[in-house]
């Protein structure tokens, strides 16, 4: 995404909307200074007050609520969205980690003992939540608010500071951010850079507390090379080819309807979006059939003029679904439609879809769904784990043993049973990858966490040392040595097959 930067003169009109032309980039020669001024602001021990901390999440929250109407719009310029899928989608659900982060800041900021043990009970165990320091977050097109703003809230509620980098191709959005920032938040607290390649080659040369991206994995492989240079700790959020299970017990006018939904959502471009069916061959054909009457119902006969449809970020990115379409050899049953111009893929339906296909050989990242048919979940199982980890794995089952085992038998980011798309935004949960499709959290508590520093601390009175430590201190004596087992020693559960060994009585 990063790398993908688009040409102004490549930027067309959407048939309801004017594609935005970025203002203009942050100068390269001007980060240093950006990142000095985050520096200071760190240094200056403001961050490390809760209660600051505290009133830089409400200014936040007032930067969204304020101007939803014009994130609305911004979101319908990028992405042709319309403002139900923005609300619901993406200016809700940053407002609600917003809103977690400054309830919890509080609670989640106290030191923590560890558990009772009586031989260190008397040093004053403790662990402090730290701040990282300067972060930064480098921000998708697709989720341009709730991949940046979101994990904003964690660094602010940890006590970051924070360089922000929107996604230049969501250009009008990144534009609203910049101008909004400054006017709400401490500059010395969070900065925005915008720009593509130039501007995030430079970023990433610095070292971080830690870095935060969301996108693809090749640019994931550049930005994580370049964090190794200065061992600046990275999370990443990456996506992938996230499958969807149809089981015999389905619900299938259940599953049709929430996953052609979930495909479709701002044009199949979520990161969790369902990728591709593994469907059972005994209930293949009465799926399908309510897949095309869910399909009538959303987008009738001419999806191209519904207005529940968003678009695709960019004419090169609709070109690259469009040579997928081309390409299959499946049987599409609907859609196909592709208009690169205008941005726009029909919700499309391939059945028949082999492992080898076009559709199977990239994340689609658009409305095109795939259906493979399978003979048993048990070979379901096997073709998901034949391939990398999801970022999350969906199946639509009644059968409970049936749900359990699929969680059961794979891996992968998240797992659902009966819905799709909504886990990241569920209360409480991790949301985040494993393998290829990601690294860390950046949601609640979780994303509190990724920002912070877990730092142990010891309090040690001296009178320990008469009765407790002083066997570790030179000349070392036979009586030292037989002191120290007797203080050390322990015991090992027993051995399969033999008697427990204390470790004291060893020769």
């Not at 040579?323 to 208009?339: A, F, H, P, Q, S």
Request: net charge positive.
């Amino acid at each position: 995404m990063i790398l993908n930067a688009i040409v102004p003169s490549d930027l067309l009109k959407h048939p309801r909307r004017l594609v935005a032309m970025s203002s203009s980039s942050t100068p390269v020669e001007e980060i240093s200074k950006i990142r000095e001024a985050l520096v200071k602001g760190f240094a200056s021990g403001k961050t490390k007050n809760v209660q600051y901390r505290k009133e830089q999440l409400i200014h936040l929250g007032y930067l969204l609520h304020e101007n939803r109407d014009r994130f609305v719009e911004t979101l319908a310029t990028d992405l042709g969205r319309p403002t139900l899928e923005a609300d619901f989608l993406e200016i809700n659900g940053t407002i609600s980690e917003v809103q977690e982060a400054y309830k919890n800041v509080e609670k989640w900021s106290k030191p923590e003992s560890p558990p009772f043990t009586l031989n260190w009970f008397f040093m004053r165990p403790k662990i402090r939540r730290e701040p990282k320091g300067v972060v930064l977050i480098i921000g998708p097109f697709n989720f341009p608010l709730w991949c940046l703003l979101g994990p904003l809230a964690g660094a602010i509620a940890a006590g970051n500071t924070v360089a922000l980098k929107p996604s230049e191709m969501s250009s009008a959005t990144a534009d609203l951010i910049a101008e909004l920032i400054p006017k709400y938040l401490d500059p010395e607290v969070v900065s925005v850079v915008k720009g593509g390649i130039p501007q995030t080659s430079k970023l990433i040369e610095y070292p971080w507390g830690h870095i935060c991206y969301t996108g693809s994995q090749r640019v994931a492989k550049i930005i994580g090379t370049a964090a190794a240079q200065s061992l600046t700790p990275v999370t990443f959020e990456l996506g992938g080819k996230s499958p969807v299970i149809v089981d015999k017990s389905a619900d299938l006018k259940l599953a049709a309807r929430r996953i052609l939904w979930g495909k479709c959502a701002n044009a199949g471009q979520i990161c969790v979006a369902p990728d591709y069916l593994l469907v059972l061959r005994e209930v293949e054909e009465p799926f399908i059939k309510e897949l095309r009457a869910v399909y009538n119902s959303y987008f009738g006969a001419n999806p191209a003029k519904s207005d529940s449809l968003s678009r695709i970020i960019s004419p090169q990115h609709a070109a690259r679904i469009k040579k997928l379409v081309d390409e299959t050899k499946g049987n599409i049953i609907t859609g196909g439609e592709v208009d690169v111009d205008q941005r726009y893929v029909a919700p499309t339906i391939v059945r028949d879809v082999a492992n080898d296909d076009s559709l199977m050989s990239e994340e689609i990242f658009g409305p095109v769904l795939p259906i493979i048919p399978v003979d048993s979940v048990d070979e379901a199982i096997k073709f998901i784990n034949s391939r990398d980890h999801p970022l999350v794995l969906y199946i639509f089952a009644q059968d409970r043993k049936v749900k359990e085992k699929v969680f059961a038998s794979t891996n992968s980011g998240g797992a659902v049973a009966n819905d799709v798309v909504l886990h990241p935004a569920a209360a409480g949960l991790p949301f985040g990858g494993v393998g290829a499709s990601g690294s860390g959290y950046t949601t609640g508590k979780w994303g509190f966490n990724t920002f912070t520093h877990f730092r142990a601390t010891l309090d040690v009175p001296g009178w320990l040392d008469k009765i407790a430590l002083s066997h570790r201190f030179p000349p070392y004596t036979d009586k030292k040595l037989a002191d120290l087992k007797k203080v050390v020693s322990y015991k090992l559960p027993p051995r399969p097959g033999t008697h427990a060994v204390t470790a004291s009585k060893r020769s």
